[in-house]
């Protein structure tokens, strides 16, 4: 591996005020960012990241490979949950192993975030439409962790529907917001939008390094939560993401031969959600213990995504 490209981002400030995060709990330390303020820097994230997207596709012409990049987004997020559920359910509760599957087959857009600023150190930009590749992914792999959890849980009879499951989906204020933000960044003008890009440009990585500030506190506290759960799930949390990225990196390129949109495909395959997945699980599958499938993700997917995965996901795309 280009021990330059570790290096590189492991010196990151985005990355290091994360790594704060965890001492400041390690430590026990009062430092907190206020939950009203940490919403407001999610939310302007999503709108940042989505606006930006929108605008390049705004000046892109949809072609085959835009089209061939949604529907690889859209197989990859029911692949990954339907050939985790069986190696899950093995080990875990069907509920369980239905709600790990599915936060593995949706997308981190904190991830996207990261990946984007990694490649933004890199000099390497990316197509607009992945951003509406990633939106897309959110919900399929809810739809197929759900319809595994009825077909094998003979008990379940928690009252929800797949109907009702993909309108909770759509409806979540992270796939919304994002989608809602591409859709405007297509229809705005150009030349009105240039009047705030100090807000989506200029101030991003500022409010990207706080936001994972508090993600590193975030990620320490609930790792203790996780640990009672065995040597099985640390692992699969570390394994299946740097398979599903690593296959990835490589077979995207039979859709794209552009390094950024594959690194970012790589990323999307290998990140697990957090947000979107658990506000959904709450309704479908509500005996999963949340305090199983979030640390996973949370505290062991996305430190290893950052620290370790995006370097090796770039190396084999550029190797």
Known sequence: MNFQILTSNLTNPTLLFFLLGIVACVIKSDLEIPESSFKFISLYLLFSIGFKGGQELNHSVFNSEIGYSFLLGMVIAAAIPLYTFFILKRKVSISDAAAIAASYGSVSAVTFVSAASFLEIQGITFGGHMVAVMALMEFPAIIVGFVLMMKFEKSSSNGATLG????????????????????????????????????????????????????????????????????????????????????????????????????????????????????????????????????????????????????????IISG
């Open 164 to 315: 009702k499951i993909i309108r909770h989906s759509l409806s979540n204020g992270s796939v919304l917001m994002i989608m809602g933000s591409l859709l405007i960044g297509i229809i705005a003008d150009s030349k009105q939008a240039e009047d705030i890009k100090p807000f989506t440009t200029d101030i991003f990585k500022g409010f990207l390094a706080i936001f994972l500030l508090e993600m590193g506190m975030t990620t320490a506290k609930r790792f203790k939560a996780f640990r009672k759960h065995g040597l099985f799930v640390l692992l699969f949390a570390i394994i299946i993401p740097a398979i599903n990225g690593s296959l990835v990196a490589y077979v995207s390129q039979y859709v794209t031969n552009d390094v950024g949109n594959r690194f970012i495909f790589s990323i999307l395959a290998a990140s697990a959600s957090y947000i979107a997945v658990p506000a959904a699980m709450r309704i479908a599958a509500p005996k999963a213990d949340p305090g199983l499938y979030i640390p996973m993700a949370l505290g062991v997917t996305f430190p290893f995504n950052i620290t370790i995965g995006m370097p090796l996901y770039f190396f």
